[in-house]
């Protein structure tokens, strides 16, 4: 499919240089602790480079580097584990922080359940178009987004009624489905392109579920879940002359965090979370824009 669908704001030098940190911090890090290392104790016991090195002063900073060196790894998880939280939670505007640290694995699986998933294509569309630069570790992709179904009568969104009460508006309802197929259809276009490349397979793919978004369900690697509730009663207004409609803002949306690294009760929450999201998007439908049947 075509990659040229609504394109995020870019994320510039700062995202890129992130990115390199990322990538070459650990290993800059212990070559230089392990060179600091071998130099102190060549130092100690070679008398002419001890000599030339001030002698014994060398042996606690070669020492002081080594214990550095062996604490660096699990200095590294203990910062990782105090960013993603075994149980806790987060809203939604900190998804990014959860993106990067799925896309250090080698083999990447986000899913998705839940409105339009705009916050989540934001940071999905900058990780994709960066691993045609630079791939890292990751050799596999796999996007699974599953939003509802669009094309048929809804309670929400709607327009607000009289008294409140929600009106189907199938124009509100067809712009909501145009914004995700441009979404589908950009993050297919960058998985194409590098799968086309030969360093990373990818692919991105949308399906709908029937009812309203009331779950906001993300799902990195199988190892962390998120979830939240949408404020269904949101209201919008488009324009000032527009009527008001029940629009969620997932934005807004503060999730709970669960990981395996947690309770047996977490383990346990995350294994029923994938395989129900596994067994929806078993039952869901293809969208027509993907040569599904029409509604």
Same mark, same amino acid.
């Given at each position: 499919?075509?990659?040229?669908?609504?394109?995020?704001?870019?994320?510039?030098?700062?995202?890129?240089?992130?990115?390199?940190?990322?990538?070459?911090?650990?290993?800059?890090?212990?070559?230089?602790?392990?060179?600091?290392?071998?130099?102190?104790?060549?130092?100690?016991?070679?008398?002419?480079?001890?000599?030339?090195?001030?002698?014994?002063?060398?042996?606690?900073?070669?020492?002081?580097?080594?214990?550095?060196?062996?604490?660096?790894?699990?200095?590294?998880?203990?910062?990782?584990?105090?960013?993603?939280?075994?149980?806790?939670?987060?809203?939604?505007?900190?998804?990014?922080?959860?993106?990067?640290?799925?896309?250090?694995?080698?083999?990447?699986?986000?899913?998705?359940?839940?409105?339009?998933?705009?916050?989540?294509?934001?940071?999905?569309?900058?990780? *994709?178009? #960066? $691993?045609? &630069?630079?791939?890292?570790? =990751?050799?596999?992709? +796999?996007?699974?987004?599953?939003?509802? /179904?669009?094309?048929?009568?809804?309670?929400?969104?709607?327009?607000?009624?009289?008294?409140?009460?929600?009106?189907?508006?199938?124009?509100?309802?067809?712009?909501?489905?145009?914004?995700?197929?441009?979404?589908?259809?950009?993050?297919?276009?960058?998985?194409?392109?590098?799968?086309?490349?030969?360093?990373?397979?990818?692919?991105?793919?949308?399906?709908?579920?029937?009812?309203?978004?009331?779950?906001?369900?993300?799902?990195?690697?199988?190892?962390?879940? *998120?979830? #939240? $509730?949408? &404020?269904?009663?949101?209201? =919008?207004?488009?324009? +000032?002359?527009?009527?008001?409609?029940? /629009?969620?803002?997932?934005?807004?949306?503060?999730?709970?965090?669960?990981?395996?690294?947690?309770?047996?009760?977490?383990?346990?929450?995350?294994?029923?979370?994938?395989?129900?999201?596994?067994?929806?998007?078993?039952?869901?439908?293809?969208?027509?824009?993907?040569?599904?049947?029409?509604?």
């Amino acid at each position: 499919m075509s990659g040229g669908g609504s394109r995020p704001a870019d994320g510039g030098m700062g995202e890129r240089l992130r990115r390199f940190q990322a990538r070459y911090e650990p290993a800059v890090t212990r070559i230089l602790l392990m060179a600091i290392f071998v130099i102190g104790v060549t130092a100690q016991f070679v008398k002419p480079v001890g000599d030339a090195l001030q002698d014994k002063v060398f042996l606690g900073g070669a020492l002081l580097s080594l214990v550095g060196y062996v604490l660096y790894d699990t200095l590294k998880d203990l910062a990782a584990s105090l960013r993603l939280p075994t149980r806790g939670q987060v809203q939604s505007r900190e998804l990014g922080s959860f993106v990067s640290e799925a896309f250090d694995a080698r083999m990447v699986e986000i899913s998705f359940l839940g409105y339009t998933g705009e916050t989540l294509y934001n940071e999905l569309y900058h990780r *994709l178009e #960066g $691993l045609l &630069d630079d791939p890292g570790p =990751t050799r596999h992709v +796999s996007v699974r987004v599953l939003i509802p /179904d669009f094309g048929q009568p809804m309670t929400v969104p709607s327009r607000v009624g009289p008294g409140g009460a929600p009106l189907d508006d199938p124009d509100f309802r067809k712009r909501l489905e145009r914004k995700c197929q441009e979404y589908d259809q950009t993050l297919s276009g960058l998985a194409e392109r590098l799968t086309g490349l030969g360093r990373v397979t990818a692919e991105c793919e949308y399906r709908l579920y029937p009812g309203i978004p009331r779950d906001k369900i993300c799902i990195f690697n199988r190892d962390q879940v *998120l979830h #939240g $509730l949408y &404020d269904v009663m949101a209201r =919008t207004v488009l324009r +000032s002359s527009d009527p008001e409609f029940y /629009d969620p803002k997932g934005y807004r949306t503060d999730l709970n965090v669960w990981s395996p690294k947690g309770s047996d009760d977490s383990k346990a929450v995350v294994a029923t979370w994938n395989k129900h999201l596994d067994d929806l998007w078993s039952l869901a439908s293809v969208p027509s824009w993907r040569g599904g049947t029409p509604p």
